[in-house]
């Protein structure tokens, strides 16, 4: 059954369900229980007992618990951030500075927000879309501008600079392998992740130049302000800037260390749970500080904040459990062998790349994406000799673009409230720039094929 055809069942029923129900946990989970059924020659109990144990497992290494608190850790931080009013405070800030006086600056000023605020792409939304909505009114700028550049630039740039929770996850996948520098690996994906890289730069270019394409051209968008909560709490726009300068360096600071002056084979997971720890402890003494919150207030908030991110720790587990069972199964080393014999070269990167987008495009989420497909690709890599990172920067690119198209995309979905933009005309206006650097990354990855 190892290494098999059979082995493409796991995989398969997990994608079909995820297209079928779009719901990445289902998949996940079925596709766990499938693998362990499997390895245990169809028997139910021993089946059982081994899903049992591989979610066990998950927990039996420390990279991974890391990881798991580190996503834990953000949530809590960004709804400290955001009760505190460290974020209204920031948008004020910008607001005084008086530096927009004109309709590139004013749709500058959302696409660097965006480009600056990568350790969480909610939050950087969220952030860019208030400080701009009534720039672009002013300047009579549609808010389907606005919402499409701030899906184009907070989703992508969250995947090129790995540092935040879509890094730490990438990172607990590739662990797996036992590579001698998986940070190495890493780093290297951001190279070959062209889709990320185009969308990034059509969202400048649009910007700065003023130029439109398609259905974002005539883009007459109706302001719809988002419904006030109530909360106008005003906190020192350091309170939020401070820490996520802090969790940067801290970051590159210990993997700096623990890489022993090479940040590519520093720990990634211990720098960023460590980097996480330290920013939270900053941003609770901050709030302290200024009196933002009381003690009770920032203890029921911090607890919200974990359980916000409880169905993406539910993700992690079951992906981390799933990339396990899937190499036991030796799903990987069987499609790589029958890619290497069956699919020519220089195709094999645009083909994973299409089944990435597709599967991320149905199910509204990349994640759970890269937890079915990164145990495939990786082999891949190794079977074929084409780079690891290129092959793994495929499904990187080719999820953020599902995801990044997807009406039930998440991303999707906040681009627009964060804009005040119709959530369909969001969608409508930012597909063709999305196809455009969907083609435009198949025809590059192509041509590196070719070179190989």
Not at 131 to 157: E, N, V
Not at 175 to 185: A, I, K, Q, R, T
Not at 383 to 411: W, Y
Request: net charge neutral; glycine share 8%; aromatic share 10%.
């Amino acid at each position: 059954m190892q290494d098999s055809a059979l082995s493409l069942l796991p995989p398969f029923v997990a994608i079909l369900i995820a297209v079928w129900r779009r719901n990445a946990l289902m998949a996940l989970l079925v596709g766990v229980l499938l693998s362990h059924l499997m390895v245990a020659n169809w028997q139910p109990l021993s089946g059982a007992s081994g899903a049992i144990s591989g979610f066990a497992d998950v927990f039996s290494s420390t990279g991974n618990v890391y990881i798991i608190c580190f996503s834990l850790l953000i949530g809590a931080m960004v709804k400290l951030l955001s009760e505190a009013g460290a974020v209204n405070g920031f948008i004020e800030h910008l607001a005084k500075l008086k530096l927009v006086k004109t309709k590139r600056q004013a749709s500058m000023l959302p696409t660097l927000i965006g480009s600056s605020i990568f350790t969480d792409t909610n939050l950087s939304m969220f952030t860019a879309g208030m400080a701009s909505q009534q720039l672009f009114d002013r300047h009579k700028l549609s808010r389907a501008r606005l919402a499409y550049l701030l899906d184009s630039t907070c989703a992508p740039i969250s995947i090129l600079f790995l540092i935040n929770g879509w890094g730490a996850y990438v990172l607990g996948l590739l662990d797996g392998f036992s590579f001698d520098d998986p940070v190495s690996v890493l780093i290297g994906t951001i190279g070959y992740n062209f889709y990320a890289i185009i969308a990034v730069a059509l969202a400048y270019y649009t910007a700065y130049s003023g130029k439109a394409f398609g259905p974002l051209a005539s883009a007459t968008s109706l302001v719809n302000t988002p419904n006030e909560s109530g909360d106008t709490k005003i906190g020192p726009a350091r309170v939020m800037w401070v820490p996520l300068i802090a969790l940067l360096a801290i970051t590159l600071t210990l993997l700096f260390i623990t890489g022993d002056g090479d940040m590519r084979r520093g720990s990634g997971s211990f720098s960023v749970f460590w980097a996480i720890v330290s920013s939270c402890v900053l941003v609770i003494g901050m709030i302290s500080y200024y009196r933002l919150l009381s003690v009770q207030a920032m203890a029921k908030i911090f607890v919200n904040g974990l359980w916000y991110m409880a169905p993406v720790v539910m993700i992690l587990v079951l992906s981390f459990a799933f990339g396990d069972v899937i190499k036991a199964l030796g799903t990987g080393t069987y499609v790589s062998e029958l890619m290497q014999v069956e699919v020519p070269l220089f195709l094999i990167a645009p083909i994973i790349f299409l089944v990435a987008a597709v599967m991320a495009f149905a199910t509204g989420t990349s994640w759970g994406t890269f937890a079915i497909l990164i145990p495939i690709a990786v082999p891949i890599a190794m079977q074929t000799g084409l780079p690891v990172s290129f092959l793994v920067a495929a499904v990187l690119g080719g999820g953020i673009f599902g995801d990044h198209s997807s009406p039930i995309s998440d991303t999707t979905v906040v681009a627009s409230i964060a804009s005040g933009c119709d959530h369909y005309e969001h969608v409508k206006t930012q597909l063709p720039y999305a196809l455009f650097g969907a083609m435009l990354t198949i025809v590059i990855y192509i041509l590196i094929g070719l070179s190989f």
